[in-house]
């Protein structure tokens, strides 16, 4: 039987590409890739998520990656209803990574608060009926999709290197990160505007805007 893991990168940075990895394996196989050490990508520092992507081609049959640069995200977000953007965007891609693997079984981490909810838009978007698992901290609790946070979360990790060699520095991507935050405010007050990698969906720029119009006020 042929199972899948599907998990995401970057869900709620303001910079760069959402990042969304699906790994299929033989579920003999499960406990081979397992030994490798394979856990949720969070839990592991960063020279051993490297290590680790380099390791899991080796134990499972196929891999697939889809990135969604931020113009798209915008795109999708701005089109999508309120309550349901990033999860029925998720649910999509997660769908055209399970579309391509082909699997008896996949395992995906619900980003929907309901479960089944995002299991069955999931399903809407596929061409067959494998069986689909969703449950949160899916990363945590099975090897196949550990394994994809990890392909997905390297994936992400290099593309904001890229993006670093570019701009300089900018931090990790999220808002709360202070460089990142230096970041967007320095380069809005010497452009006027924010770099095209940046999510203009985000509630962070606006209120980023809102900010240094209000010092330019006071001064």
């Known amino acids: 039987m042929r199972v899948c893991g599907v998990d995401d990168a970057g869900r709620g940075p303001v910079i760069g590409p959402l990042v969304i990895a699906g790994i299929t394996i033989e579920e003999k196989k499960i406990e081979e890739l397992r030994s490798l050490g394979v856990k949720d990508s969070k839990m592991l520092i960063a020279s051993t998520r490297t290590r680790l992507s380099k390791e899991i081609p080796s134990v499972v049959d196929d891999c697939h990656v889809i990135e969604l640069e931020a113009q798209e995200l915008d795109r999708i977000v701005n089109r999508a209803p309120k309550f349901q953007r990033l999860n029925l965007l998720e649910a999509k891609v997660m769908a055209q990574v399970i579309e391509k693997l082909k699997p008896d079984v996949a395992y995906v981490d619900s980003s929907d608060i309901r479960t089944d909810r995002f299991k069955n838009n ?15 901290k899916a990363d945590i609790n099975y090897a196949v999709v550990s394994a994809a ?3 997905a979360k390297v994936r992400r990790d290099s593309r904001i290197d890229e993006l670093k060699r570019e701009y300089g ?8 990160d202070p460089a990142t935050a230096r970041f967007l405010r320095d380069y809005y007050s010497e452009h006027g505007d924010f770099p095209p990698i940046v999510r203009r969906s985000w509630k962070t720029l606006r209120n980023i805007v809102a900010d240094l119009a209000q010092t330019s006020l006071v001064w």
């Open 122 to 136: 999931i399903l809407y978007c596929l061409t067959f009926t494998p069986r689909i698992v969703s449950e949160h």
């Open 149 to 151: 946070s990890i392909v």
């Open 169 to 176: 520095e900018i931090g990790s991507g999220y808002a709360h």
